[in-house]
């Protein structure tokens, strides 16, 4: 009781316990994202793949089929807690990041649900085959080029965020001891750059698909990660973005092992 009534003390209401179990279940997903890419650009093996991919991985492992079951139910949990930020956001930008947040987990619910079920993994192949649907309602070139803009912005939020050091509201509320600040700011400032990157360059491939009219233009992570490889100095590129993923993914488990304090 005298604990609890410590000034400044955050309390674990259940939207708290919600995001934990979601940051988990994202940090375990990016981990394996950004090891595959670490993989191939280190020993040159395979070619690397979005969370679809990495989920297949994780099924593939020890208990893989338990695993993969927990990490559906944490990134659900992680889909109601994104909503709720989008109910409280004060500004139309924050909305923007927390609908697409829980946009794109609701999607990699979807997808570990139909891997553990043995049905089609998804991944871009089900993305092409979403957005030739979409396209072939007289409202979908629109639908689609508006859902390409807004992760266009949600992946420049993360990038202007990681550039200038002003993290999200996530990492500022984290109850973390001062000593070990520096370096989970450090850590989230590299994983967002690296996350924001590859989300701006997705949106991109759903924009250009919607103005050709050609589904096939759509990539996934895994697309967007082969992309790099063909600009200059792309193979370095691709290992920073692997190693930034890899750091995306830790950081998500900071947030995941940390209490917050509310913020107004």
Known sequence: MV????????????????????FFARGIVYLFVGGIAARVALLARGLPEGPAGALQELLEGWHG????????????SFVVYRLADFVRAPSPIAKIVSLVGAIGALVLVWTSIRIVLNVRSGGAPAFREWGG?????????????????IAVVAGLVEVVRAVIGKLPKDFVALVIARDSRKWASRLARFGLLAHGTVIVLVGLSVFRAAV?????????????????????????????????????????LVLAAHRRRRLR
């Open 212 to 252: 050709l009219t050609n589904p096939r233009e759509i990539v996934g992570t895994g697309g967007a990660l082969r992309k790099l490889t063909l600009i200059e100095g792309g193979p370095a590129l691709f290992a920073v973005a692997a190693i930034g993923l890899l750091a995306y993914g830790l950081s998500m």
């Open 65 to 76: 089929r338990a695993a993969l079951w927990v990490v559906a139910a944490g990134l659900l």
């Open 133 to 149: 649907r979409l396209m072939a309602n007289p409202w979908g070139r629109g639908a689609l080029a508006l859902g390409g803009a």
């Open 3 to 22: 604990a609890r009534a410590r000034r400044g003390e955050p309390k674990q209401g259940v939207p708290e316990v919600l995001g934990r179990f979601g």
